[in-house]
């Protein structure tokens, strides 16, 4: 018997809410995490609870025996200890454990380990590709695509079964480098970069959020909103509807916390704010000289002549970008390509979160194409 699907009139109720929170240590990600959590809590009531990978870490913010907390330099809170391995779907089990006691927030500090600590993806990669291939380097070389299967399917059930839950925000932390990437200067020579800070996740993870910040060093809680460079930018994300709350220079707080929580429960408590519009460095200009942008995302110049062009089905624009992805020559294409379609994402994550993992799978994957024709041409060199 076919599945039966019906279609109601759309009203916004309880929504998923994960909030990303990326920096180095210093930054003040496990503060503004509690913090954040605190005002949730008082909006919705229930524990704050606190699922902890880095060595029970989180515990500095906890009172000692018999003191109360001050919500300040001390917070009330359940602590969930967890040890390696950091198998991606343990990351997701260990969410679900908590959900029966109906806690107000959940916090996982830190999701960096599910991609580069024991047992994480990386670490589950090098295990499959020496099962594979052991020490035969040029059998490795042929088989690493085969050894991420397992992995980044594990990978794909907790992004899926993350992305399901409603009852409950999420407030996930991540550590963040500094990265270099070899770019073009004015001569045309490639040199080392610096492109910014970059969360110790994959795009995927990353771009799932419905919240996106960095705390770069010594931040004190004050998030960036807007990158450095066009690098940053990928991983940043803060949609319209929070603009009103999360702003440019303000520390994350307990209030914001209340707010998005109303939000998450189906409240309209956001007014927009206009958005501050960041010079284009050097890099971002060399990135994204050609044009990478795809159908539908860019607004045909208006005339007396002219009439606006009517938008492209949603799929169409989808369909355009894996098309054009599968074909992007260098990694610095392949980012502007992803920059490009910043929009296209945006309508993507509010229409259909799914295809939008589909499109980060291609990115992904291209990404990976390209790293693998590099390597060898560097061999043949």
């Known amino acids: 018997m076919p599945r039966e699907f019906i279609a109601k009139q759309a009203e916004r109720r309880d929504t998923p809410c994960l909030f990303g929170i990326a920096g180095p240590p210093g930054g003040g990600k496990t503060m503004s995490a509690l913090l954040l959590a605190t005002g949730i809590k008082q909006d919705r009531g229930g524990d704050i609870v606190l699922i902890d990978t880095d060595g029970d870490r989180s515990l500095a913010y906890a009172p000692r025996p018999g003191e109360k907390a001050d919500g300040v330099h001390t917070f009330d809170f359940k602590h969930v200890s967890f040890p390696p391995p950091y198998k991606p779907t343990d ?4 969410i679900r454990q908590q959900l029966p006691s109906k806690p107000a927030c959940i916090i996982v500090d830190s999701m960096s380990e599910e991609h580069e600590a024991e047992g994480g993806v990386l670490d589950w990669h090098e295990t499959e590709l020496q099962r594979m291939a052991g020490d035969d380097w040029q059998k490795r070389d042929r088989m690493t695509n085969a050894a991420w299967i397992k992995p980044k399917a594990d990978r794909r059930a907790m992004i899926n079964g993350l992305i399901q839950i409603k009852t409950v925000p999420l407030i996930l932390a991540f550590r963040a480098r500094e990265k270099t990437k070899p770019l073009k200067d004015d001569r045309g020579k490639m040199i080392p970069t610096n492109i910014g800070w970059s969360p110790i996740a994959p ?12 705390l770069p060093v010594r931040a004190d809680g004050v998030p960036m909103w807007k990158g450095s460079t066009v690098y940053e930018d ?8 929070f603009r009103g709350v999360l702003k440019e220079g303000e520390r994350l707080n307990s209030a914001m916390g209340v707010r998005i929580s109303r939000w998450a429960r189906g409240e309209a408590v956001f007014e927009g704010a206009p958005t501050t519009q960041r010079q284009q460095s050097p890099q971002d200009a060399r990135a994204t000289s050609d044009d990478d942008t795809f159908p539908g995302d860019r607004k045909p110049a ?3 002549t002219t009439s606006p062009t009517a938008p492209l089905p949603l799929e169409t624009r989808i369909a355009a970008f894996l098309d054009r992805m599968k074909s992007a020559p260098t990694k610095i294409k392949a980012d502007a390509m992803w920059k490009a379609a910043e929009g296209l994402r945006a309508d993507v994550d509010r229409a259909d979160p799914e295809r939008l993992v589909d499109m980060q799978t291609a990115y992904d994957d291209q990404l990976m194409v390209i790293e693998m024709a590099e390597s060898e041409e560097r061999e043949r060199a």
């Open 234 to 241: 990928f991983s940043i994300k803060l949609p319209d509807q």
């Open 302 to 304: 208006q005339t007396a």
């Open 91 to 94: 990351f997701l089990a260990a």
């Open 203 to 214: 795009p995927e993870i990353v771009h799932m959020m419905t919240v996106f910040c960095l």
